[in-house]
């Protein structure tokens, strides 16, 4: 569960950090499901929409989280990253970089996060802090110099805290020969792990959260995690949903492929990506299963593997109402492939997950983007999944969808650097429930719309007044 996240000097992000808060404000009294039950007294929301102009710096938000995951998932700050500090304005390119990020995981609550000189690609602090009665310091890195684990460690066993010490030492030392561009908490979990029951065992659960916890789909790029293929079952009703999204789709089969015919489907360096990561999930036990689904425009592959039976290939075709002939992937909409990207956020077996999506209506109709918020509003009503996102589309800005503190804006300043502000920053009366939110929001009145000169457009196209 998404609790708080805020970040500064990264794209369009000066160094003035901006903060997305997903706990609910105590003057809104509308939609009270749409908080997250296991929140208790804090009231984290199940929402929050993001609106800006083009260029405003909303998809920098997103872009932001998944910067972040990728970081801690790999284990250190990504190479394409050396680029990513804002260029609004001077200095920005040796200051610091931070990301931050409150969370609930697994019964606990955490605040995680790091900064660094992305110009550098040189990790400069390092923290992870347990929030649940009070904030408590789990550890706190500076540099590559020190790192305090003071606080993960009280209650730990003499052989936890032996191996803790190694461990230490051993990533200071490497970050110290290095450029310094390593997290600590992946470097604790990653082939390293302690029993349940040790105090030790909280690296595992806050780094639990970045793999499971937060999926993560930019504009253009497909959703990452597909539950829904692995059970013929649940395909069937995926199928019954599109079909209620007037796509023409009445069915869905996965048709089988052999293990070395993938190459007709799939590009030669996806391929080899593939068999890297069939051999890295190798099932370790008879009762172990492993899914993988990879696709884009052109094809919905599938592979499953059960115990040390051999993988087995699939791809996806469709059927629709009054054909006799089956579609492949291919053949469908831009609308259609894009809601396949969704389908997890509703069929999802978690009970907490935060889905975090840049331009969620891109080649829908809006009433297709009306449907899938109700739906996810809907199916997610009695757990903590979340659903964060961006877009352009101003016919859902409207109090039958969301609270008033779900609605945000992004906004460039004169100095070009964007501020990100919800909608519940403004007076009860230019917010009040009764009022036209699309209408007073296309006329400027809570910002985050593009500033057009028709009369600047005209003068370069040589076309003279009006």
């Not at 929030?131 to 066993?157: H, K, M, V």
């Not at 997890?344 to 935060?354: A, H, N, P, R």
């Not at 409207?398 to 501020?419: K, N, P, Q, T």
Request: aromatic share 10%; charged share 25%; glycine share 10%.
């Amino acid at each position: 569960m998404l609790i708080r996240f805020a970040f500064k000097n990264f794209r369009s992000v000066g160094a003035e950090p901006v903060t997305l808060e997903m706990v609910s404000s105590a003057k809104v009294r509308r939609h009270k499901g749409h908080v997250c039950p296991s929140s208790g007294e804090a009231k984290v929301l199940r929402n929050a929409v993001v609106y800006g102009g083009n260029a405003a710096g909303k998809s920098n938000l997103v872009r932001a989280l998944s910067f972040m995951k990728a970081a801690v998932l790999s284990g250190s700050l990504p190479q394409d990253g050396i680029r990513e500090y804002c260029r609004c304005g001077e200095g920005l390119a040796a200051a610091e970089t931070t990301f931050d990020v409150q969370f609930q995981v697994a019964g606990g609550v955490f605040d995680y996060g790091f900064s660094c000189v992305l110009s550098e690609l040189r990790v400069t602090s390092e923290w992870l802090y347990s929030l649940e009665g009070g904030p408590r310091a789990l550890f706190l890195r500076e540099g590559s110099g020190t790192l305090d684990c003071a606080g993960a460690s009280a209650g730990a066993s003499e052989e936890d805290n032996v191996r803790l010490g190694v461990y230490v030492d051993d990533f200071l030392h490497a970050q110290s020969r290095s450029t310094g561009s390593g997290l600590f908490l992946p470097y604790m979990c990653k082939a390293r792990s302690f029993p349940p029951e040790s105090p030790l065992a909280v690296f595992g659960r806050a780094f639990s959260w970045f793999g499971s916890g937060l999926e993560v789909i930019g504009a253009g790029q497909p959703a990452s995690s597909t539950e829904y293929y692995a059970e013929s079952s649940t395909l069937e009703k995926v199928a019954e949903v599109l079909s209620s999204f007037d796509t023409g789709v009445s069915g869905l089969r996965k048709e089988e492929v052999a293990m070395d015919e993938l190459e007709k489907y799939v590009p030669l360096e996806l391929l080899l990506t593939i068999r890297e990561v069939l051999k890295a999930n190798a099932p370790k036990r008879d009762d172990d299963s492993f899914v993988l689904t990879v696709r884009n425009d052109d094809f919905f592959l599938g592979i499953e593997r059960k115990g040390a039976g051999e993988p087995r290939a699939t791809i996806l075709k469709t059927r629709h109402e009054g054909s006799l002939f089956d579609f492949d992937f291919r053949d469908e909409s831009d609308g259609t492939r894009r809601l396949f990207d969704f389908m997890d956020i509703l069929f999802t077996g978690s009970e907490d997950k935060v889905f975090v999506v840049d331009e969620l209506n891109r080649s829908f109709h809006p009433m297709l983007t009306q449907q899938l918020v109700s739906l996810f509003n809907e199916v997610h009503a009695n757990d903590d999944c979340q659903l964060v996102f961006t877009t352009h589309e101003n016919d859902i800005m409207s109090y039958d969808y969301f609270r008033r503190d779900e609605i945000w804006f992004v906004e460039r300043g004169e100095d070009g650097a964007s501020r990100l502000y919800p909608l519940d920053d403004f007076a009860a009366g230019d917010a009040r429930s009764d009022a036209r939110l699309n209408k007073r929001y296309l006329e400027g009145r809570y910002g985050g719309v593009p500033v057009i000169s028709m009369s600047r457009a005209r003068a370069a196209l040589d076309l003279g007044d009006e």
